[in-house]
């Protein structure tokens, strides 16, 4: 204990110094702590919105899909909607039909991508149909309602409530075409999407290539994404009485949302690197004048006898209660950025476009945080040791004086 006050003493011989390095240290754990905890919780929001919009938290495909998105490469349904709607932590099954085909109208044509869907389900997950009035949504299955990207419907010319025709490739080898109807438009603010999206019924999606009961993907949404693997494991079980259908990730599934966020929480690394060198160099500059300003009370301490080693440790002891005044303070701080960035977040509205787009996916402008408790404690006393670590070149500087130089310093 009279050690311990001994070091808390000495810390404090120099106020200004140690209240700036206490200062720049609990800056630097707040500072990282509330930037984790953004980043962890817009990161959230994307792939909520992009499992919401995309392939869900777990998708089902024919092997090879992924790679190729061969249309010939689709599966039968069977029973798998309901069985996999049965599991524990799934909230819904949206099965979908990919069929790449020509829109024309009497003025345009255009590449497309014709997606047959189960409405009803579809409307209750996807973002974008939440927000179309119940008149503007497909009616039935087997209707020739469509639902049409926004810049789609201006390229070709056309307003809701006309009519156009799409052709595709039929299994048989020839070309097939269905007249449908502007019931509703659609806008993601991706251009790629909103220029060649169109939303038809799974039934009459079906009948245009003569594939019945057949799918291409089916996207399960989950209660809570903390469940992906142990669901995706049940399906894969499940899967096994279907020889040639596989259960991916949302990662697999969604390669470029995936690798920007890797991309981008990898740049934070290096960002939170040199927040933390710059915490090492302060911790160092501070204990190495401290050594500095002691050289002579260090050479008495060794003349009556005390030993190099008690030194190391008396500067090891200051070290240590630095670091954990400092990870409590900087913590507070975080714990207080963090609650009002996940109560009132950063609002980007006012200063870029319209839509965010991030890794092919839009996202909320308003940034929220979420809670990362058990990462917070971590990197606090991940910047005590670091501030340990620190104090070793100091301790060991100590550590050599001799009684001799010690005395003879002033």
């Given at each position: 204990?009279?050690?311990?006050?001994?070091?808390?003493?000495?810390?404090?011989?120099?106020?200004?110094?140690?209240?700036?390095?206490?200062?720049?240290?609990?800056?630097?754990?707040?500072?990282?702590?509330?930037?984790?905890?953004?980043?962890?919780?817009?990161?959230?929001?994307?792939?909520?919105?992009?499992?919401?919009?995309?392939?869900?938290?777990?998708?089902?495909?024919?092997?090879?899909?992924?790679?190729?998105?061969?249309?010939?490469?689709s599966f039968e349904d069977h029973n798998l909607v309901t069985e996999i709607e049965a599991i524990d932590g799934v909230e819904h099954v949206l099965p979908r039909l990919y069929i790449p085909a020509l829109a024309q109208s009497s003025r345009e044509s255009r590449g497309i991508m014709l997606i047959g869907v189960d409405t009803e389900r579809e409307r209750l997950v996807n973002p974008f149909l939440k927000s179309l009035a119940e008149d503007t949504m497909v009616r039935s299955a087997d209707s020739r309602d469509a639902v049409v990207g926004a810049r789609l419907l201006d390229e070709l010319q056309i307003k809701p409530g006309q009519k156009f025709v799409v052709t595709a490739q039929h299994r048989d080898g020839t070309l097939h075409s269905e007249l449908l109807h502007v019931r509703g438009v659609i806008s993601t603010g991706m251009k790629n999407i909103d220029g060649s999206l169109i939303l038809i019924g799974r039934t009459r999606a079906a009948l245009l290539t003569g594939s019945s009961s057949s799918v291409h993907e089916l996207a399960v949404i989950l209660s809570d994404p903390s469940y992906e693997e142990?669901?995706?494991?049940?399906?894969?079980?499940?899967?096994?009485?279907?020889?040639?259908?596989?259960?991916?990730?949302?990662e697999r599934a969604m390669p470029n949302l995936a690798n920007a966020i890797k991309l981008d929480y990898a740049s934070q690394k290096f960002i939170f690197l040199i927040?933390?060198?710059?915490?090492?160099?302060?911790?160092?500059?501070?204990?190495?004048?401290?050594?500095?300003?002691?050289?002579?009370?260090?050479g008495v301490i060794l003349a009556l006898g005390s030993k190099p080693m008690v030194l190391r440790g008396m500067i090891m002891l200051e070290a240590l209660v630095l670091g954990l005044l400092a990870?409590?303070?900087?913590?507070?701080?975080?714990?207080?950025?963090?609650?009002?960035?996940?109560?009132?977040?950063?609002?980007?509205?006012?200063?870029?476009p319209e839509t965010l787009e991030f890794g092919g996916v839009v996202f909320n402008p308003i940034m929220r945080a979420s809670w990362s408790l058990g990462w917070m404690i971590q990197i606090a006393l991940y910047v005590v040791g670091l501030t340990l670590l620190a104090a070793l070149y100091p301790a060991i500087k100590a550590g050599r004086i001799t009684p001799v130089e010690g005395m003879r310093h002033h």
């Open positions: 204990m009279d050690y311990l006050h001994l070091a808390w003493k000495n810390l404090w011989r120099n106020r200004r110094r140690t209240i700036i390095t206490l200062t720049a240290i609990a800056f630097s754990i707040m500072l990282v702590q509330a930037l984790h905890n953004l980043s962890a919780g817009v990161y959230a929001g994307m792939v909520d919105s992009g499992v919401r919009a995309g392939s869900g938290h777990v998708a089902v495909y024919r092997q090879n899909y992924l790679e190729s998105r061969e249309e010939s490469l142990p669901v995706r494991g049940q399906i894969t079980v499940m899967l096994g009485a279907h020889p040639g259908i596989e259960a991916v990730n949302w927040i933390l060198l710059i915490v090492t160099i302060g911790v160092v500059n501070t204990l190495l004048m401290s050594v500095m300003e002691r050289m002579r009370e260090f990870a409590t303070l900087g913590t507070l701080l975080g714990s207080l950025a963090t609650w009002y960035l996940v109560s009132v977040g950063i609002n980007l509205a006012d200063f870029v």
